[in-house]
């Protein structure tokens, strides 16, 4: 008798417990479910802006007060336009460090420590940098990044380029400062790929105020033309020509013609139409050994040249004849001359004409 009524005491107590610890549990819970309301509310009044799809992660929620975070938007991530300059960046950084065996497949994961910024660099510039090869270390790779950047930036501000990354951005695997960087690279070193053109995205830019996230959609244009870009290093006196008077176009059309034809006439050739005659490189070719009074080996380049690369490397090397005669590398690029960018294949025979105008 005694056991049972112990057995039932200790039944009450545990049920007693029990419903203790389960009102507890569900006062939690609505605490929990009253926060969260409270979080989701803060975060509606506090990101007005955001875009549908646009995921604010907790590490940018705790920042510092005044600072700020750019991200970007999902839907700029997958724009074609967008997916296609990543991919031709990544194809070149690979092309150029080939040598180094260093394979590029994601541009966030792969620069961000900045080892192959600056083996990059180191190609292009033919600079050694000063810095240790390899750092695990946070603090090892910011100091890497900061004089890889401070090398960039000094060869690239004099030329007009708005510096759009820091240590912190491309060090946080900013996508849009890492990209804005290598197309500020690729277009100073004339890199020998077509990037495309009119490239924007959107970024969500979060900022601390007050204790309180403001949040704004800025549109980033990543390129703008060809011709704009290259715009950005020293002009020559084809642009101001073609700025200030472009109704003359046409008589500079005509005077490089007139230029062209006293040299290829030797060789029974004839130019009437400047874009497109010269755009399979073949022309170019002859008219700089015809200048320079030499004869070109036909074995050094595609005399009726039928894909687009053979044409590309008959205006390339035509290039090189140019700069081995003591001109400077040409501006354009040879994939310009290709597509028949009229522009680019003036400036090219423009140069020749300037510096061969006096030749019989």
């Not at 040598?99 to 033919?126: A, H, M, N, P, T």
């Not at 020509?241 to 500079?252: F, Q, R, S, T």
């Not at 022309?283 to 687009?308: A, K």
Request: net charge negative.
């Amino acid at each position: 008798m005694s056991g049972s009524t112990s057995a039932t005491a200790k039944m009450k107590k545990d049920e007693s417990f029990l419903g203790k610890l389960g009102g507890t549990l569900v006062r939690k819970k609505k605490a929990k479910e009253v926060s969260d309301l409270h979080e989701e509310g803060k975060n509606a009044i506090n990101a007005p802006m955001l875009p549908t799809g646009t995921d604010i992660h907790p590490e940018d929620t705790l920042l510092e007060e005044n600072a700020e975070r750019i991200m970007l938007d999902p839907t700029s991530r997958e724009n074609l336009k967008f997916k296609d300059l990543v991919k031709v960046l990544i194809d070149w950084i690979n092309s150029e460090l080939e040598e180094e065996r260093i394979i590029v497949k994601d541009l966030e994961e792969d620069c961000y420590d900045g080892q192959v910024l600056q083996k990059l660099f180191e190609k292009l510039s033919g600079r050694k940098l000063n810095v240790a090869e390899v750092t695990q270390s946070e603090i090892g790779q910011k100091q890497k990044l900061q004089t890889v950047l401070e090398a960039v930036n000094e060869l690239l501000r004099p030329h007009g380029w708005t510096i759009e990354w820091s240590v912190d951005s491309i060090h946080s695997k900013n996508l849009v400062a890492i990209v804005y960087l290598l197309v500020a690279l690729a277009m100073h070193f004339q890199a020998p790929i077509r990037l495309p053109e009119h490239v924007s995205v959107q970024v969500v830019v979060v900022k601390k105020r007050e204790g309180i996230l403001q949040t704004a959609v800025v549109t980033k244009e990543l390129t703008s033309t060809t011709e704009m870009m290259l715009g950005r290093f020293e002009r020559d006196a084809f642009d101001t020509l073609l700025d200030h008077a472009p109704d003359k176009l046409n008589v500079v059309k005509t005077s490089l013609i007139t230029f062209v034809n006293k040299h290829l006439n030797k060789l029974n050739l004839e130019v009437t139409e400047l874009e497109s005659q010269f755009s399979d490189g073949v022309y170019l070719v002859l008219l700089m050994g015809l200048l320079e009074d030499y004869f070109v080996p036909l074995y050094n380049f595609f005399l009726t040249p039928e894909s687009f690369e053979q044409k590309v490397h008959n205006v390339a090397f035509a290039f090189e004849l140019m700069q081995d005669g003591g001109l400077k590398k040409p501006k354009a690029r040879p994939e310009d001359v290709v597509n028949l960018n009229l522009k680019s294949t003036l400036r090219v025979l423009y140069n020749l004409f300037t510096n061969y105008k006096n030749s019989e």
